[in-house]
Structures are given as C-alpha cells and as structure tokens.
C-alpha cells in the first residue's frame, strides 16, 4: 500500500485554509429572497389568528407563508433510509406549535432589513396550552404533544402518540433478574446526561431556485444530499424527479446536518414565486431551533462475583425526543446495545428504553448517537462496581471485555471478527502512568489530581440498511474522475476514498478528481453518517476499481493484439508478460475517445449485513481543587482500534477533535430551560464551548486489527471518538474527591457540594 496508511494532505486543503468562497451561503445568488422565520414564544399553543397584512406592506416584502399556505402532509425531517423509523409528525407550518421557537411563519423579501421589520409587524393571536416538559411525566400524560390524527410511523418501534411516546422496546437474553439476586457485588445507579449543541462553525443554511426546466434546485449544507430530496418531496407534495439537491462545502455538521432543520423554508418560497431564497441561521437560532442530542435518563443495574466476573447488566433509558421524533426511535438503541456488548462475558442482560414526546426543542443525531449517553451511565456503573469490589478497575475490564472472536448477544449476534480492546487497555494504561497515579495524589496546596477509565465501541455503517455506490471513470490522458453520493463535512472522506482507489489502481491520489453531491449526477449514497463513508463507501470504491481494472486490462489488450489473459495493469500501462510490449494508460485514456464502443467507466455498490465495531479506551487525569471544587484537564491518553488506519493525520485530527467535543459534554455544555420551556443557552456566552486551552494535553495513539469485511481492512472512527471523556473525567473526579457524579455537566459546584456532604 502505497496511498492508504498514508498521511496525505486533505483534498480541499488549501482551498479551506485561504478562505476560498465554498460554502453555501459565499455561492448563494446575490438576488436572493432573504427567508427568516417568525417562532413561537409559547411551549404549547394553538394560533387562533394570524394576520400578515400590515407585514404584508413593507417594501421589498414577496411573501409570508402560514400554515394556510402550506400542505397538509405529514413528513419527518430526520435524515434516514426509507422506510424513516422516526414517525411523520411535521407539517412545514403548523396550526399547533409545540416548543418555543416552534415555526410560525415564513417571511421572504429582498433585503434581511424588510424582512425583519415585517416579521415584528404579523400579529399572532395563541390559545396558550398546558406544555409537558419534565420528560419524566410525559408518558401516559393527559397533555399530548401529538393528538393529531394523521400522525403516523412507518415502522414498528411501538410509537403512540396519544401516549407521547415516540418509541419503546425491550430485550433480553438470559434471567437477569435471578442472576442479579445470586451476585456477590451489585451496583445500581441512575445517571442524566442534558441535551448538547453540536456548535459547528458554519450554522444551518439552504438556498434554492427554479431551472430552466421548472425543477426546484436545492443547495445546503448537509449530510444527508439524497434524503433531503425524499423529505422535500413529501414535505411539499411533489415528485422527486422534480427535485435536486446539491451539496457544496460543509463547514462542519457532527450530526447536527443529518436533519432537515432550514431546506424546507426557502424551498416553499421559491415553489410559491418561482424566486430564488435563501435561509442563514443565526448562532440564535442553531441553539433554540435545531436538532441537539437527546437528554438521556439511564439506570443500570451491575452484578459480579467475588473473582470479578461481571455476570449481569440491566439498562433501561428515558430518552426525551423533544416536540418532533427525528431519530428519537433509533438514537435510543445505541445507548444499550454500544454499551452492553463491550462486557462479552456477562451471562444474561437486559436492555428497555422509552422514548417520549415533551414540548421542548426536537433533539436530533450527535456524533455518537445515543451510544455518549449509554457508554456514560454503563462504563461509570463498572467503575462504581470496581470500587465497591475493592478492584482495580483496568483489571475488572480485563477480566470481563470482549475479545476477537467473540459473538456479542447484545449486539445482534454479531461476531467481533476485529478487535483490539485489551491492547488498547494496556497501552493507554502505560501512556498515563496508570500504575503510579491511580487512584489519586495529593498535590498539595489544596490540590489533588486522580486518574479514571473508560471503553467505548461504536459500529460501522447500518447493518443490512445502509447502501452505498460509486462510479469512477477514466478520462483521456488516463487520469481519473471518482463519482461518490458520500457527504464530505470536513472529515476528509473525499480524500480518504482518493487513498483507497488509488491503491486499487496502483497510482497516486492526486491521479483522481472527486466530485460529490449532486443526486442529479452523483451514484446513491445514504449519506454521512452512523460512521459509514469509510467502512461502506470504501467498499463501493474497491468493488469499482476491481471492475475498472478490468475493462482497463480488455481495453489494453485489444490495442496489443492479444488475450486479455495475456496482460497485466501496473497502475501506469497495459503490458503482455511474455513480451516487451505495453501501452500506457494515458494513450488508452485518449485512444477510447474515438473509434470505440466501450466506456471505461465503473459503477459499485455495497451494504454490509454487519456493523463491525470500532474500539477505544480512555484514561483522563484531573486536577481538583478541594477549596472551590474546580476541575481541571491535565492530561487525556486515548487509544482506538479503528482497524487499518487509512489516513493516520485525518485520524488523529478525528478522534482529538471527538474527544474535545466529549471533554465539553463532561464539563462545560448544558442546554438550559425556564420553568416556561424557553431555552435559555443560546448563545456562547450561555452555552459553553471548550476552547483549545480548556481541554488539555489530548493524546492519541493507534492499536489497529484487521476488520476482513472492510476496505483495505479498515472500520469507522468518527463517532467512537466521543464516547469515552465523560464516564473517565467522572471517574477521575471520584478517584480524586471521592464524589461519584451521575448528572452531567461535572460543574465546580456540583463536587464542592459532593465533598461537603461526605464531610457530612
């Protein structure tokens, strides 16, 4: 392999680094019809009456959309392959608003001044309602979220809404609750993690227009090119063929993009004028109307013997969907089956969830996705145990993790065919100084540090759901162009997928233009996320460059005048073995041009039936101060088995940055309602975001396995990444004070007040 294992320089590199105008909004239309949206001030209303006609009356206003305007068709806008386990419970514009900030009325006009002028000018008359927000009291409440009755799931997750749930389930394999009752150690607890803000740099925007053809041309940042076509479809009741969607530069998206938060705005406007439109969210409106990730309530309960074999693991979750069920039905599995399956040796588990409805913001894909908030209460739960045993927990993991080989019951039945767990304990265990620090040291001057632990896996790709295809083709001069429907969003996949065919090709990724996405031209991609593009679309490219290579080594052999069976493709020419004769790529590349009937172009496609998980370990060190309960980040020693690494600095920069994100779920980030249901976190100066100076020294190393169902041997890293600093800061805080916290963030009150009450 000369390409992949390779740390190649990202594709778009320079164009990103000197401020080249690629993002949605620098290539919108200057002409564009400026969209805002009026948003509700109530949790939970009816509007009674809306009266637009002084609004109506500004300059430069075209036109305001209510829900009078809109169809009457339910849809969701969450970003999944057909058939949406997340129900239909959306309309473009409702009658029935259901969180502060819910959509009211689309204002469009020519200049962002009018349109602000006119959105204070529509006058909105609300028969207020009773709002269910505490999510412990929405299940079976006399308040429904969702009483309408063209409410609708296409799949069976028991979704109800005239009980508020979005979805509920629950599985088994063993007697728990018997194998629970004979265990020597049993530990129980209840651990909450609040909705998190993605925080990306670039917010929410879409822009759209009509073609010559009268086809509605939509360009967004997002993940997901070829759902949002689907969603668009059904949200405005017209075929799909007379939708595209294009993708440009994304300026980041952690799955926040893996919802259709702005695409349906502009392009009802534009359907009603014919009019290019345009929508840019403010900072605002990302923090109060957009798609966090799920407040979680998970209990576990853990039982071991007297030699430290974890026997039994209960896991049940409460998951808050918010006012709409985008992802609410699929976020919640993760949180149970990437969490109990790391303890392969447990004899029996059980794992239930409830997924409700509340009139708060709809929450929507994180990275990590609903497996943060389980590998938190889980691998926190193992630490308690470890402590209540008297054990070293590195040793407790050691004793009970899954291995390769194993068949993991509470992942589907899935063998581990790769992983590299253990050594990924041992080596983070030396890169910290477990042996020396653990459990904590006095550092004097009111000072003590301690060290913690924590796993994580994660999958590859939706087993059995999730498709992918490309096309590569050849151009004259023999250089190639790849064709992929995968959603580049700064993680650098149009590179990495460069890295693959060009091995498969045995030239340079320079040789290969990437073009991606437009679902006019581009091959069917589900899209990025649920850590796919390597592990799934990588598989398209070497199924591509397989088929490639032969029409190359058809076509080169016909020019030489002999047997395909004769001839052999080095990457730069067609040659005969037996003789000293070749023709270089480049003059085949120019001589297909003419004369011929077959194109040298290749199509692949690949869905997996297994979702092979990635693995990681992660040992923080913090420093407490005992005077004020201050927590700080020392050091974070992190080692991930991603199997082949493809592109070691796209890696590292992945998992440093996924830990970060994990570090300000752990310590800083809080979403925060009023007792009315308003969010009140939303900007940075509410909403806390670590800085590169709040996360400390991050540490990253590689033990890599060989995943045999993979490009090139490769899994996933993009959402394993984040899993692991809360369950190890929260560690490392006990180990350090002594105050076991289950309520993220860790703030400074919540351990001075820990300390005092165990001096208590």
């Known amino acids: 392999m000369k390409s992949v294992n390779a740390p190649i320089m990202k594709k778009d590199a320079m164009a990103l680094v000197t401020g080249k105008p690629v993002y ?190 009268g086809r509605l041309n939509v360009v967004s940042s997002t993940q997901i090119t070829f759902h949002v076509r689907r969603i668009l479809a059904n949200a405005l009741d017209i075929p799909k063929s007379q939708i595209r969607v294009i993708k440009p530069r994304i300026g980041g998206g952690f799955g926040a993009k893996q919802t259709v938060i702005t695409e349906v705005y502009p392009a009802i406007v534009t359907m009603k004028t014919g009019k290019p439109a345009k929508i840019v969210y403010t900072r605002e409106e990302s923090q109060i109307a957009s798609s966090p990730r799920h407040e979680m309530e998970v209990t576990v309960r853990v039982g071991a013997n007297k030699e430290g074999k974890i026997r039994a693991i209960d896991v049940y979750t409460l998951s808050n969907t918010g006012a709409f069920g985008e992802h609410g039905p699929t976020t919640v599995g993760l949180s149970g089956h990437k969490s109990i399956p790391m303890y392969g040796q447990a004899e029996a588990f059980r794992f239930a969830y409830d997924v409700v409805y509340t009139n708060k913001m709809s929450s929507g894909a994180y990275r990590g996705y609903g497996a943060t908030q389980g590998i938190f209460a889980v691998e926190s739960a193992v630490n308690e145990l470890a402590a209540k ?15 390769e080989g194993d068949v993991m019951p509470a992942y589907y039945g899935e063998t581990a065919n790769s992983c590299a767990l253990d050594r990924c304990l041992l080596r983070a265990k030396e890169m910290i100084d477990w042996e020396k620090k653990y459990p904590a040291r006095d550092m004097g001057n009111g000072k003590v540090r301690g060290v913690g632990v924590a796993m994580a896996m994660q999958g590859s790709s939706i087993s059995k759901v999730d498709h992918a295809s490309v096309s590569i083709k050849v151009n004259d001069d023999g250089f190639y162009s790849l064709m992929i429907g995968a959603s580049d969003m700064g993680t650098g996949c149009d590179t990495i997928l460069a890295q693959m065919a060009a091995d498969c090709m045995d030239c340079s990724a320079d040789d290969f233009i990437v073009h991606g996405v437009d679902t006019d031209i581009s091959p069917y991609d589900s899209g990025s996320y ?5 592990y799934l679309t990588g598989m398209a490219v070497v199924k591509a460059c397989d088929s490639l290579r032969e029409k190359i080594l058809a076509q080169g052999a016909k020019y030489l005048e002999c047997d395909v069976e004769e001839v052999d493709f080095d990457g730069q020419k067609v040659f005969m073995r037996s003789k000293d004769v070749s023709i270089s790529l480049k003059e085949i590349g120019n001589r297909v041009m003419t004369n011929n009937e077959e194109a040298l172009v290749a199509a692949g496609a690949h869905s997996s039936p297994v979702s092979p998980p990635p693995f990681m370990v992660g040992m923080a060190e913090v420093e407490v101060d005992k005077e004020t309960g201050k927590v700080e980040l020392i050091d974070y020693a992190a080692v991930v088995d991603c199997g082949t690494v493809v592109n070691p600095n796209l890696a590292r920069i992945q998992t440093e940055g996924g830990i970060a994100q994990g570090i300000g779920m752990a310590l800083y980030e809080n979403v925060v309602y009023n007792e009315k249901g308003q969010c009140l976190s939303n900007s940075f100066m509410q909403y806390k975001i670590p800085s590169r100076m709040d996360v400390g020294d991050i540490r990253v190393e590689f033990e890599s396995s060989y995943e045999p169902t993979g490009p090139f041997g490769a899994k996933s890293i993009g959402e394993v990444v984040i899993n692991t600093p809360s369950p190890a800061i929260a560690h490392a805080v006990y180990n350090a004070t002594g105050v076991q916290i289950k309520e993220l963030p860790i703030t400074s009150e919540k351990v001075y007040m820990g300390m005092q009450n165990n001096e208590n």
Not at 128 to 138: P, R
Not at 150 to 156: I, P, Q, R, S, T
Not at 530 to 534: F, G
């Open 389 to 403: 045993m008297q054990m070293d927990p590195v040793e407790l993991r050691l004793k009970n993790i899954v291995r």
């Open 530 to 534: 649920a850590s796919s593009t390597t």
């Open 24 to 213: 949605t909004d620098d290539i919108a239309p200057k002409d564009c019809l400026v969209c805002k949206i009026l948003r509700s001030p109530h949790a939970h209303a009816v509007i009674e009456e809306i009266n637009t006609d002084i609004a109506m009356k500004v300059p430069g206003i075209e036109c305001i959309l209510t829900y009078e305007d809109v169809p009457d068709k339910r849809f969701t806008m969450a970003g999944q392959t057909y058939p949406e386990p997340s129900p239909y419970d959306r309309l473009i514009l409702d009658r029935r608003v259901r969180f502060v900030g819910d959509a009211v009325a689309i204002v469009a006009g020519k200049t962002e001044e009018a349109v602000e002028k006119a959105l204070k000018l529509i006058k909105v008359k609300y028969e207020v309602l009773e709002a269910v927000l505490d999510f412990h009291q929405a299940k079976d409440a006399k308040i429904l979220v969702h009483p309408e009755e063209n409410w609708k799931a296409l799949c069976d997750v028991d979704a109800d809404n005239k009980r508020n749930l979005c979805a509920t389930g629950s599985e088994q394999n063993g007697d728990v609750d018997k194998i629970l009752e004979d265990c020597d150690y049993v530990v129980e607890g209840t651990y909450h993690t609040q909705a998190n803000q993605q925080a990306m740099m670039e917010t929410f925007r879409t822009y759209t227009y009509m073609d010559t053809y």
